[in-house]
């Protein structure tokens, strides 16, 4: 590649940087004050375009295209102020992770209310008028309107920059990132800066989806496809920093923009297509940043966060009582191929299974590890690819490839792993989340080998399993195997070990547990398990394909396993089971089953944020009278 | 008309109990010490009647009963809160600590103006922080974070300050000028609580000392009687 076609990509990327900041800044701006990761951040940039667009084509174009962009902004972040009001306020206290689960669930809920608003089709908007030429630059065509978006980042910044510093505003959003109780003590209103800054973050997301109007048209897939990028520049610039997020911005855009502009590349005999990488690429950079600085570049080791945490319940052996009820559950699912009457009862069956040997492999890994992995669908793809690919490609039988699902799984965690067990908190479960996205990207772009976004074919069963309750039983066999499996290692010593270097990493180390050990060890156990469900999914479908094994499977397990109660070990089997049936009647009632979904999640983290083994105790305390733990602490903003 | 009524209060961190019916009063610019050993419930007494922790009971300041209100309600009707671990803005400087704590001067009940601090005002009675009004906050010693954090709470124009350790972990010296500027509050009208486990600090400022034990009160009299009382310090403060 040429100098100048360099140059000229290196532009390229400056102006892609710029909508990725806009979102990212907002997201890490709302981050440090609220101390939440908002999800649906990715639903506010969507909102901005496709707001932008009806102001651009619609309504008589009253307020002009830029009139237009403006107004979409301030409308996302009206609909900020309304969430943050609603919804986030009942939540500030509540543990991280119904946190991420609620806006999650908002996130698919707007995703239907703007299918439902402005329909299936991507919509394309008219140019920016007066950016809609092109200029010369290095003897070739540079759209105008991207030089502008350029511009805009760092305007964007500086005008960020002077706020925080200059104004009573930014000094209160910066002490409060820091100490949002003091601020509080020092008679400022929390729960106004609290909603101020929510809008502001809002706006800034709501205005970088507008903007990509005139470069993309609207459509419903730029939620998730933002936010895993969003998430990736948040944590390379490092959680709260802004001056970060636009480092991060830039950098990613660049080594993506690189990328591209590579094009082929002659190593050697081998022809290696950069272009494809850019996915792989962009988590890269992030794993890397973050094993080199792990809090991100210009970002700093957080705070000791000052809520009070709860203490987590005491895992205690199963009890006579759940034994038999567990028995009792055995023998009735084992009984199902002679009692059902539809074929599709034991396809469902099936599906539930495998659903909870995942979600029971994610809980393992966070309610006795509190290692929160927003990345599960990583070792539930290496299980299914392996499985489809010993088959597909070296001709295995069944037995070898459901063999070979957890070795490749469980070797996939032990790498993964080693990187994750350096970081905690959010940056783990972004980091988590950065390797499922890598084993996505890889499967995606690797054509030859994995079929590319078509997937592997033709993964069925072996006699004496070909039958649907022959399959059935082997499925219940080997995903009851699993649970009991971890269930045992949970209460050996080891299990023992895991919580000590959960609950107290330091105290832990000083009774000599080597605690990067005992986690990463976690991490292949959980990895290996979860490897079982995914070779089993790839026989119950016949076929494996990117989409199965992307982020929705790594939220579809979280929410499973937060259903059901973080910390108990049966919690995922009800959680997983509830999920499944609920996924699968749902979406047959409704086209909006993904907002129904939502809804129900929202209600059930806002009424029972223990989960649904947790509504036992929500209602003993609730007999017992005072209503403490239940509703939202006194003095809470 | 007292400043300061607690009645029966009890506390919670978590499931944990550790205040179990308290009963407070402090007058109008009078200084009270709550002494005790370590966990005997001192600083979680302050942080119940401030709304920072889980608490049940009657806390009534200026005569309203503020148990039910936000920190920063509570706050603003006059009441400051300075938190032993000084939680000072380490990334902010020391002009920017002091103008989070801003508020609008306010007047005592019987209509005297409280006094109105400004940061001028603030530099001539903590000297030292006057050189560094630019110096981030976190890059202080542990003494004049101390004094910063005491001044950022003086900027709301208190009626009454909760003061949580002064005497903790700074250097002699700092003591000294802890001491004198307790004094100086008193002499404005401001009333004090302080917790406190060094009597002799106790001694030079306080009038009235209530001691607690488990949560619990075990001793009240005045900082003369106290200090007399050789029994009551041997059961309660010896360590």
Redesign the interface.
Known sequence: MSLDAFLFQALNGLGAASGLFLVAAGLSLIFGVTRIVNMAHGSFYMLGAYLAWTFATGLGGAFGWWGGILLAAAGVAALGVLVELTLLRRIYKAPELFQLLATFALLLVINDATLWLWGPEDLLAPRAPGLDGAVDILGRKFPSYDLFLIAVGPLVLSAAHLTLTRT?FG??V??A???R???????????LLFTAVFAAGAFLAGLGGALQIAREPAALSMDLGVLADAFVVVVVGGMGSIPGAWLAAVLIAEVKALCIGLGVVHVGDVAINASRFTLVAEFLVMAVVLIVRPYGLLGRAPAIVRA????ETPLRPASPWLRAAGAVVLVALALLPLLASSPYTLVLGVDVLIAVLFAASLQFIMGPGGLHSFGHAAYFGLGAYAAALAVAKLGAPMGVALVLAPVASGLGAVLFGWFCVRLSGVYLAMLTLAFAQIVWSVVYQWEELTGGSNGVFGIWPAPPFDSRAGFYWLVLALVTAGVLFLRMVMHAPFGYALRACRDSPLRAEAVGIDVRRVQWAAFAIAGTVCGVAGGLFAFAKGSISPETISIGRSIDGLVMVLLGGIGSPTGPLLGASLYTLLQDSVARWTDYWRALLGAIVLVLVLVFPGGLSGIAARVRDLVRGPL?GLLP????? | MSMLEVKTLEAWYGAAQVLFGLDLTVGPGEVLALMGRNGAGKSTTLKAVMGLVERRGSVRFLGREVSRLAPFRIARLGLGFVPEDRRIFSDLTVMENLDIGRQPPRSFPDGRPAPAWTPEKLFALFPNLAGMRDRRGGATSGGEQQMLTLARTLMGNPLMVLLDEPSEGVAPVIVEEMARTIVALKREGISVVLSEQNIHFAALVADRAVVLEKGEVRWRGSMATLLADAEAQRAFLAV
């Open positions: 009573r000094r209160l910066r002490a990132t820091q100490d109780e003091m601020v509080g003590a020092l008679g400022v209103n929390q729960s009070v945490a709860e203490a403490r602490r006194r003095g809470a903003p």
